[in-house]
């Protein structure tokens, strides 16, 4: 094509951060209509590119949409974009849920234009991850990210947004030390920057600098500590509890999978041995990220804290479908990976306005929400069934993908035993979704809540929106799953799948 689809949806927001930083900061309205119009123009672009994807079997593992211009030529790095199965879903998660966050932005006051310049510049790094085919533009556009991160949870964040803000960054910024050697260390064995070049040369050729695994292990860490995997999943409750509630949708919706998307880019499809050589390690803690995830979620009682560890668990499942290394978990992970970030996403959401039209985060001092508020017990309690799984939602396509691929695959030892330990992790999810829902909306009616607000129009759209997506997914897997697996087979073609 003609036409720079994936620069234009790249740049579109960063350009519109930049017109928002000459606003002025008392014209509240022009600055929200110009970040809608930002965010707006690439979600249509994106949802043109997915429509126009090429689904052929032909297509499995080829690049689409690609823009390649040499950039440093010392290094041989380019500036290349472009899309396959595996990256072009979540380029649109990323667009939807970069418009929506404006949208669930829409009542912020406080330093509006530092704000949604932030917010939109958040949303560029996030599509440079996703789109970039060139080593250095990746990592580039992963520590781009760090900043706005800090400024909106330190600046618009709660309770010790400074501390979560702070924490976030080291933790990231520890992981990027070793991402930032793992590839050093495969440039200067491969003499190359670009991504499809080096998975297909093959590293059999790693020991001219060190062995394969240890530059597989440089760059685990840094995704792992993103995914968040246990034990490196400290910062994800302190960043999500206090963080403003737009960006603990972006953070859980698409910030997070960053990790996984590196993972199954970088680790499994560069490192196949010792991808599977470390396996069976990395599918136990990702058993222990799950149970535990999930039984330190049934002990909050913050909302938002409760919705936060949840996500450790989830997160599991998607390191145990990626290191099952068979084709199927692999898409079921990558599935886990978008229905994750719609999913608990509105779980955001909705805490976001629970905690904006009641006044409290604590669920020991909520109940009986459901007569005053029932547009918003409706949409919580869809999105907490979705999250533990529930048939018809993309949830429960995602956790049955994973568990079918990972059970089947004979790629990792013992592994129909991994999968049924993993499967307790969906009883957990159901008692502690199903305890919130209760204690939140159901039981004795509260009359201190008698002059809480529903959902206002603006509030209902994104929340439906939303919804539909979880269930479309949910209904028809497929829409998804077709374009996945384009991205997925010829990583899993190395292990035989």
């Known amino acids: 094509m003609d036409f720079n689809y994936l620069s234009t949806i790249l740049f579109l927001p960063a350009a519109g951060a930049i017109i928002i930083a000459f606003i002025s900061s008392r014209n509240e309205k022009a600055i929200k209509w110009t970040a809608f119009i930002f965010t707006a123009v690439p979600l249509v672009l994106a949802i043109y590119l997915f429509c126009a994807f090429d689904r052929s ?28 199965g595996l990256s072009m879903p979540l380029v649109l998660l990323t667009a939807f849920l970069g418009f929506l966050a404006v949208l669930i932005s829409w009542k912020i006051h406080e330093r509006p234009r530092e704000y949604f310049a932030w917010l939109l510049l958040l949303e560029t790094s996030i599509i440079g991850v996703f789109a970039s085919l060139d080593l250095l533009l990746f990592f580039i556009m992963w520590e781009i990210e760090v900043i706005p991160m800090y400024f909106l949870i330190s600046i618009w964040g709660s309770g010790r947004r400074d501390y979560s803000a702070i924490k976030y960054v080291l933790y990231t910024l520890f992981g990027s030390a070793f991402m930032l050697a793992g590839i050093l260390s495969l440039y200067f064995t491969t003499g190359s920057l670009s991504m499809p070049d080096i998975a297909n040369q093959g590293l059999g050729m790693v020991q001219a600098i060190m062995p394969a695994g240890a530059i597989f292990w440089l760059l685990f860490i840094g995704f792992a500590i993103k995914l968040p995997m246990f034990p490196f999943h400290t910062w994800l409750p302190d960043a999500h509890t206090d963080a403003p509630t737009a960006v603990s949708v972006m953070l859980a919706g698409v910030l997070i999978k960053m990790g996984g998307y590196g993972m199954i880019r970088l680790c499994v499809f560069m490192f196949p041995g010792p991808a599977q050589d470390y396996a069976q390690l990395l599918i136990i803690l990702a058993l222990i990220g799950i149970l535990y995830g999930a039984a330190v979620t049934l002990m909050q009682t913050d909302i938002k804290r409760m919705i936060a560890y949840s996500s450790i668990s989830h997160m599991g499942y998607v390191l145990l479908g990626i290191f099952a290394l068979g084709q199927v978990s692999l898409t079921g992970a990558a599935l886990q990976m978008f229905s994750h970030g719609v999913v608990t996403g509105l779980l955001f959401a909705m805490a976001g306005l629970v905690i904006h039209n009641i006044e409290t985060r604590d669920l020991r001092q909520l109940g009986g929400l459901a007569r005053q508020v029932p547009t918003m017990t409706v949409v919580f309690s869809v999105a907490g069934l979705a999250s533990l799984g529930l048939p018809l939602t993309s ?46 909306f159901y039981g004795p009616v509260n009359k201190n809540f008698d002059g809480v607000k529903d959902a206002d129009g603006l509030e209902k759209f994104y929340m439906y929106v939303l919804v539909a997506v979880i269930m479309l997914v949910g209904i028809y897997p497929a829409v998804l799953t077709d374009v996945f697996k384009l991205g997925i087979s010829p990583i899993a073609g190395l292990f035989g799948g």
């Open 395 to 440: 949830g429960f396509a995602a956790e049955f993908l994973i568990f079918l691929g990972s059970f089947n695959s004979g790629v990792v030892p013992n592994i129909e035993i991994y999968t049924l330990i993993a499967v307790v992790g969906v009883v957990l999810t159901a008692g502690y979704i199903l305890w919130l829902i209760q204690q939140a």
């Open 57 to 84: 079997l032909s297509a499995a593992g080829t690049i689409q949409f690609e823009e390649k211009y040499l950039w440093i030529a010392p290094l041989s790095a380019h500036y290349h974009l472009g899309v396959d």
